[in-house]
């Protein structure tokens, strides 16, 4: 069965997590993602722990080309003019500093798609700043939210701003390639996606809870300001239980399976207005009910009782529930170095264009004479010279 993007070329100049998370999903759907490196290092992603790039560099072809040379320059011109998108994540105004901005791209290729990420955006006071994750975590309200009452604000413990901004990065990849194609726009266009705007989006109705009552959210743990009970518990072999309970009909189960019926009819909990108010009670009242028991003792009364309970999971946890390993989480990827390299799978599940991983991270430069054959339709020797003069 073929995949939703075979034939779409992407000539993807990015670096680090956004960059490989954005090139990765497209890969897995089946464009000819072309990852363009810098000789002798390539992308940074390659110097963190090995299993990254393998990772996140699956399904893409690696060339090396220098870019500070005006050889190389004029290659990526070549390059772009056989492309659907060229996507950059350098300090904003690089590409236009090595002759390679959109208006100049445009000339050799007015259908190309051009997605520039960045830390703060291509306009804006902050346009120059660096703008590696942890910043935008930060300064997008995230790390001001994160934690508990009595904590110092917390980043993720990954980089969440970049992969939700490769996230957003492919989706609107997918609306300008329907624009450009399926309605007949027929020309290329500048995806400008900054970093702290896909985060600042995924973070609620702050802005409007500011402007129009003058609040701010407080951090709060794992507590929801919604809806209640709905925390994380220990329990008796010093393992964790999740709950939500967000419904009326659903906190009316768990009250029942952990045999405390009669905080249904009281009045500090009747409804889920009067339970957020009352948490700290409520929250009392279930960490000693589950905490009476063992994590398993706990799961079997909840799904009996059909409540929306769950363990904490660590990798070790994931790898072993068969539930997980009936929907083929994670695939054992054939690699060179390692022999095979444990990953996620390639989603979501499409049942006429379903997506793959076709190989793990390649080797830098890996495809460098393939791609510039097939694309460009340069000879061997031709390579060569281009190696000989540093271009490669």
């Given at each position: 069965?073929?995949?939703?993007?075979?034939?779409v070329?992407?000539?993807?100049?990015?670096?680090?997590?956004?960059?490989?998370?954005?090139?990765?999903?497209?890969?897995?759907?089946?464009?000819?993602?072309?990852?363009?490196?810098?000789?002798?290092?390539?992308?940074?992603?390659?110097?963190?722990?090995?299993?990254?790039?393998?990772?996140?560099?699956?399904?893409?072809?690696?060339?090396?080309?220098?870019?500070?040379?005006?050889?190389?320059?004029?290659?990526?011109?070549?390059?772009?003019?056989?492309?659907?998108?060229l996507?950059?994540?350098?300090?904003?105004?690089?590409?236009?500093?090595?002759?390679?901005?959109?208006e100049?791209?445009?000339?050799?290729?007015?259908?190309?798609?051009?997605?520039?990420?960045?830390?703060?955006?291509?306009?804006?006071?902050y346009?120059?700043?660096?703008?590696?994750?942890?910043?935008?975590?930060?300064?997008?309200?995230?790390?001001?939210?994160?934690?508990?009452?009595?904590?110092?604000?917390?980043?993720?413990?990954?980089?969440?701003?970049?992969?939700?901004?490769?996230?957003?990065?492919?989706?609107?990849?997918?609306?300008?390639?329907?624009?450009?194609?399926?309605?007949?726009g027929?020309?290329?266009?500048?995806?400008?996606?900054?970093?702290?705007?896909?985060?600042?989006?995924m973070?609620?109705?702050?802005?409007?809870?500011?402007?129009?009552?003058?609040?701010?959210?407080?951090?709060?743990?794992?507590?929801?300001?919604?809806?209640?009970?709905?925390?994380?518990?220990?329990?008796?072999?010093?393992?964790?239980?999740?709950?939500s309970?967000?419904?009326?009909?659903?906190?009316?189960r768990?009250?029942?399976?952990?045999?405390?019926?009669?905080?249904?009819?009281?009045?500090?909990?009747?409804?889920?207005?009067?339970?957020?108010?009352?948490?700290?009670?409520?929250?009392?009242?279930?960490?000693?009910?589950?905490?009476?028991?063992?994590?398993?003792?706990?799961?079997?009364?909840?799904?009996?009782?059909?409540?929306?309970?769950?363990?904490?999971?660590?990798?070790?946890?994931?790898?072993?529930?068969?539930?997980?390993?009936?929907?083929?989480?994670?695939?054992?990827?054939?690699?060179a170095?390692?022999?095979?390299?444990?990953?996620?799978?390639?989603?979501?599940?499409?049942?006429?264009?379903?997506?793959?991983?076709?190989?793990?991270?390649?080797?830098?430069g890996?495809?460098?004479?393939?791609?510039?054959?097939?694309?460009?339709?340069?000879?061997?020797?031709?390579?060569?010279?281009?190696?000989?003069?540093?271009?490669?």
């Open positions: 069965m073929s995949r939703p993007l075979e034939g070329k992407i000539l993807d100049l990015t670096r680090l997590v956004s960059g490989g998370m954005y090139g990765m999903q497209l890969a897995d759907a089946g464009a000819d993602v072309v990852k363009v490196e810098a000789p002798g290092h390539g992308d940074t992603l390659r110097a963190w722990n090995p299993y990254w790039w393998k990772v996140y560099g699956r399904g893409k072809q690696s060339i090396t080309v220098n870019l500070a040379t005006s050889r190389g320059q004029d290659l990526i011109r070549k390059l772009a003019a056989e492309a659907d998108v996507a950059e994540n350098f300090f904003v105004g690089k590409l236009e500093s090595w002759g390679l901005g959109p100049d791209l445009w000339k050799v290729n007015p259908r190309l798609i051009v997605v520039r990420i960045s830390g703060w955006g291509q306009d804006g006071p346009r120059d700043r660096p703008g590696f994750g942890t910043l935008v975590e930060a300064m997008s309200g995230f790390a001001d939210m994160n934690g508990f009452p009595d904590s110092p604000p917390l980043a993720p413990p990954q980089p969440l701003a970049d992969m939700t901004a490769a996230l957003q990065g492919v989706a609107s990849t997918m609306f300008a390639l329907y624009h450009r194609d399926a309605l007949g027929g020309k290329g266009q500048v995806i400008d996606l900054a970093l702290y705007e896909p985060l600042f989006t973070l609620g109705p702050q802005a409007a809870r500011y402007l129009i009552e003058g609040k701010k959210r407080p951090r709060l743990g794992n507590r929801s300001e919604n809806s209640a009970p709905r925390n994380i518990y220990p329990t008796s072999d010093g393992k964790w239980v999740a709950i309970a967000s419904t009326q009909p659903m906190y009316e768990l009250a029942c399976a952990l045999g405390r019926e009669d905080i249904i009819t009281d009045d500090r909990f009747k409804n889920n207005e009067t339970r957020v108010v009352n948490q700290e009670a409520l929250d009392k009242i279930v960490a000693d009910a589950i905490g009476r028991y063992s994590c398993d003792e706990n799961m079997d009364r909840f799904n009996a009782g059909g409540v929306t309970a769950s363990p904490v999971y660590d990798i070790e946890d994931i790898l072993s529930d068969p539930h997980f390993q009936a929907r083929n989480l994670v695939r054992h990827v054939p690699d170095d390692f022999g095979a390299v444990p990953m996620q799978g390639a989603f979501p599940r499409m049942s006429e264009t379903p997506l793959d991983i076709a190989w793990t991270g390649p080797a830098l890996e495809h460098t004479e393939k791609i510039l054959g097939e694309w460009l339709g340069m000879t061997p020797p031709e390579i060569e010279r281009l190696r000989n003069e540093e271009v490669l």
